[in-house]
């Protein structure tokens, strides 16, 4: 399986900032996920990355305040602009593993609290 | 399009007995089926998966079957541990399409007792 490095693993900002989370996958893969989770809730998701194209946002999240880079197969930023409280979460970055090890790696996470 | 129900928590079990979480998808095609765990503070880590029906996922003592005629995939453990004590999402994928993200539950918090 694929191995993820997330950073930061926390951070605390204050309103109106950005912050910058980083991912760098171990491997080359197609897709890599961006995923919030807000205090004692499930995973939601923000947007899926592919490597040379736009990222595809879902229903709820824009490329103004999610804006989202994939620069290569190995490495993606997701950046939370202009932060409010409601910001506050857990961001998690996730990839698509293949062939006989199917399945969905996570990295870390980084949890965000905006004061 | 994609859906997860899952058995509302929180759930508090003593030690040894025996765990059951229920969930029920919703989906079209042959979605694989996925439970992922998280311990307090930690990220997320895939505990088993199944990617056809009357497969059965195990690992660590937890399994699952792949039910399709009742859409399930429900999650059991026989004897549970204090250090099992985590949240557990239940989560769906298509494997093929342009549309391979991860659909998840809304997580079961487990609560073991000494």
């Known amino acids: 399986s694929a191995v993820i490095s997330q950073k930061p693993s926390r951070d605390i900002c204050q309103r109106g900032t950005s912050l910058t989370i980083q991912c760098q996958v171990d491997?080359?893969?197609?897709?890599m996920f961006w995923y919030r989770q807000q205090p004692g809730q499930s995973l939601t998701l923000i947007a899926t990355?592919?490597?040379?194209?736009?990222?595809?946002?879902e229903s709820g999240f824009v490329i103004d305040k999610f804006p989202i880079s994939r620069p290569n197969l190995t490495f993606s930023t997701l950046t939370v602009s202009n932060m409010s409280p409601e910001d506050s979460s857990i961001y998690l970055c996730?990839?698509?593993?293949?062939?006989?090890?199917?399945?969905?790696?996570f990295g870390s996470g980084t949890r965000l609290t905006v004061v | 399009g994609n859906s997860v129900t899952q058995m509302e928590g929180p759930v508090t079990l003593s030690e040894e007995a025996f765990l059951t979480i229920n969930c029920t998808y919703t989906?079209?095609?042959?979605?694989?089926l996925f439970w992922y765990v998280q311990y307090p503070g930690e990220g997320l880590q895939l505990l088993l998966k199944?990617?056809?029906?009357?497969d059965k996922g195990s690992n660590k003592g937890f399994e699952a079957t792949y039910r399709k005629e009742t859409t399930s995939f429900h999650l059991e453990k026989g004897s549970v541990q204090v250090s099992d004590s985590a949240v557990y999402f239940c989560?769906?994928?298509?494997?093929?399409?342009?549309?391979?993200?991860?659909?998840f539950g809304s997580g079961t918090q487990l609560t073991v007792l000494p």
């Open positions: 989560a769906l994928a298509q494997p093929t399409g342009s549309a391979r993200q991860l659909t």
């Open positions: 996730s990839v698509e593993d293949g062939g006989e090890n199917y399945g969905y790696t």
């Open positions: 199944a990617t056809k029906a009357d």
């Open positions: 989906a079209t095609g042959y979605p694989s």
């Open positions: 990355a592919n490597q040379g194209s736009e990222a595809t946002y």
């Open positions: 491997s080359q893969v197609t897709m």
